[in-house]
């Protein structure tokens, strides 16, 4: 080795093992200004010898790279929800369904819910590749140049880290820090930020890194993900992250009951206010990972973990009046709008009323103090009222019953909440509101295209629906306001590209009212076109896996509106994709059809995500649990004694991995 390349490589590691102490350990070994001139003698270095760049070298961390717009990426392995719950019922509940999924005592690891960005962190051979914000689950922001400033995130990885993998965390901002920030601020005659939360978020997202660099931000890890990582327990994992230079919070707890899930709880929600982070709650995991692994996952969330919800902070403020607002399917929501209160770091204005059954059981007044609570959900939500400062001359609330926008008459079907407005074609924030789901992110991901725009786009009169879309011209939307010509390029050019997104996501994007993303893969799936769908009767959409009568009256009565027909007609002949392409097409047959699948144990020549797919790819159906309408169960090494004794005493069939893999083969 070259007798500079070495000094420069002794710089670095020594500078990595004084990073790793002080912002890891919280045990300072050297001096911050030893420190630094070290920084500048190695800066010094790199600079008269550009050859031996490394991109992961201590002196990245300064900052200084730009990036005008963040690349959007899609997560190798998606980036789930959790589950809330708030009581101990809510626990008790959520063990004894997965009791019933897996075999064998259940050990739970909890850790502490830290509230700030989810972050995806990806490494191969021990050095920081990328990192993603969580985004909408499936993809996100390539933000690595911003996470490279953070000291503890380590660039480089010590001891015996796998080849590749992913660890997910939170971007936190101490309180510390995010104190000293406002009072620089506040110095400055600057207005202070709200909370460290949204501050943290925020600084992900600025353009200069040199400017992410500044702020104190940590980053707290807590899961890996990926294959072959060499763990069998996720508090084993924790320690795992912990040697190769992570860091992870060390108040986790192995718990081996419920009880003991609890007793963590009631510690933590009186001893957090200690903690330097902000954070809101418990995440209880299953321990084991080949239980994780049965589990799986329901179309939002892991099943094999939960997180339980600190009490909310609650408030209380005068309700000023209430409005409605009319959704993209017609629905009406009543807002109470507020008297403005500091509730969880935020100012409230506005509070969701949710239906004319919520007014009526509260009893909820225009004029009243009401109470204010900020909970799991990201809308604030009105818990009740104070009687005691009820005005006299209060009257109580008479719902709506013309719609707020086309005073077309509201209508309420038998068994729902919500009133709706059934002008479908001719009420405004409804045509808005289907345009703007249709080029959603999860749906047509139409690149130049915002809400706000499309909102210009009606008002405009150049579209009123979203297949008009695509006989948008530049020449027609130049004109419009804050649309200069490389915006009007690029909306045009995104409309474009939005032709080659798939079937599954283009049926999600029609907005049919209760087709969600999994609904509309179950749909393309079994009937592969739009037209098939669309001679199906509502008898034989129930018969298709997860489709129940709300969602076949639905799909029926959408695809029996003659407008709507003509919609998709019109989205036919500009070449969005309304069938299954021929390479999706040429890993499906129907081998399994009628089969339902149990799939339990550990399997060596596939994984199991891997037969699950399988499974479906052929027509079969895949369940987590073994009833007399098991067709049979591919059963892998360690299948649990309970499952096995299920199937027996049900008569159900039990074959190898090998087996069912020659069955499709």
């Not at 760049?53 to 005008?68: E, H, L, W, Y």
């Not at 719902?399 to 068994?415: A, D």
């Not at 339990?600 to 596939?606: A, E, K």
Request: charged fraction near 25%.
């Amino acid at each position: 080795m070259h007798i500079i390349e070495k000094k420069i490589q002794n710089l670095r590691d020594e500078l990595r093992a004084h990073n790793y102490n002080y912002y890891v350990l919280d045990n300072a070994t050297i001096s911050d200004y030893d420190f630094d001139v070290k920084l500048k003698t190695l800066q010094e270095l790199e600079a008269k010898h550009p050859e031996f760049f490394d991109a992961n070298s201590p002196t990245q961390r300064v900052g200084g790279t730009i990036t005008k717009n963040f690349e959007t990426t899609v997560h190798e392995h998606r980036m789930y929800s959790l589950d809330n719950s708030y009581s101990k019922d809510d626990l008790e509940d959520w063990e004894m369904r997965i009791k019933k999924l897996v075999d064998g005592d259940i050990q739970y690891t909890c850790e502490l819910k830290y509230d700030g960005a989810s972050i995806s962190l990806t490494y191969e051979y021990g050095n920081l590749i990328k990192a993603v914000t969580r985004g909408d689950g499936f993809q996100g922001d390539n933000v690595t140049a911003n996470i490279k400033t953070i000291k503890s995130v380590p660039l480089q990885l010590k001891g015996d880290y796998p080849p590749k993998f992913d660890i997910r965390g939170e971007i936190v901002l101490p309180f510390e820090g995010f104190n000293k920030m406002n009072e620089e601020r506040i110095e400055i005659g600057e207005e202070p930020y709200r909370n460290p939360r949204n501050t943290a978020s925020g600084s992900l997202k600025l353009q200069d890194s040199a400017e992410v660099a500044k702020r104190p931000l940590e980053c707290l890890l807590y899961n890996l993900t990926g294959t072959n990582l060499g763990v069998k327990t996720q508090f084993e994992s924790l320690d795992k992250a912990r040697q190769w230079g992570f860091k992870v919070p060390e108040a986790a707890k192995l718990a081996h009951s419920i009880d003991e899930v609890l007793g963590f709880i009631e510690y933590w929600d009186v001893h957090r206010h200690n903690l330097p982070y902000e954070t809101d709650g418990v995440v209880v995991k299953v321990n084991n990972l080949q239980q994780q692994e049965e589990l799986g996952y329901t179309a939002k969330a892991p099943r094999w973990a939960m997180a339980y919800k600190f009490k909310a902070e609650q408030v209380s403020t005068k309700l000023n009046s209430i409005t409605y607002q009319v959704g993209r399917t017609g629905a009406i929501t009543p807002v109470a709008n507020l008297e403005p209160v500091e509730l969880a770091g935020t100012t409230v204005k506005r509070a969701s009323l949710h239906n004319a059954d919520q007014i009526k059981k509260l009893d909820i007044r225009v004029g009243d103090e009401v109470y204010v609570e900020k909970g799991g959900e990201i809308i604030p939500k009105i818990l009740g009222v104070d009687l005691s400062k009820r005005p006299a001359n209060s009257e109580p609330t008479i719902y709506l019953t013309q719609c707020p926008e086309c005073e077309t008459e509201l209508v309420r079907q038998e068994g729902e909440a919500q009133h709706y407005c059934p002008n479908y074609n001719g009420c405004k924030p409804q045509i808005i509101g289907r345009i703007q789901h249709f080029i959603s992110r999860k749906a047509m991901d139409i690149d130049g295209l915002g809400g706000e725009t499309v909102a210009l786009l009606v008002n405009e009169g150049l579209i009123t629906n979203y297949s008009d879309l695509y006989e948008l011209t530049k020449a027609q939307i130049i004109p419009l306001e804050r649309m200069a010509e490389k915006s009007a390029d690029n909306l045009i050019q995104g409309i474009e590209q939005s032709k080659n997104i798939p079937f599954e996501r283009v049926m999600f994007a029609l907005g049919i009212r209760y087709v969600g993303e999994t609904v509309a893969k179950k749909l393309v799936k079994h009937y592969k076109n739009i037209d098939a769908i669309i001679a199906a009767s509502q008898e034989e959409l129930i018969n298709v896996d997860e489709i129940g009568i709300k969602i076949a009256e639905s799909v029926t009565a959408f695809f029996a509106s003659e407008e709507n027909i003509d919609t998709i007609n019109r989205l036919k002949g500009f070449g969005v994709q309304l069938e299954m392409s021929a390479e999706a097409l040429s890993g499906q047959t129907e081998l399994l059809k009628g089969d339902i699948v149990v799939v339990s144990g550990v399997f060596h020549s596939v994984s199991r995500t891997e037969l699950k797919k399988i499974i479906e790819d052929n027509g079969g159906k895949v369940s987590s649990s073994i009833s007399s309408k098991t067709s049979y169960i591919v059963a892998g090494d360690n299948m649990g004694p309970s499952k096995k004794e299920k199937a027996d005493k049900l008569s159900i069939p039990l074959i190898s991995e090998n087996e069912f893999l020659q069955k499709v083969d």
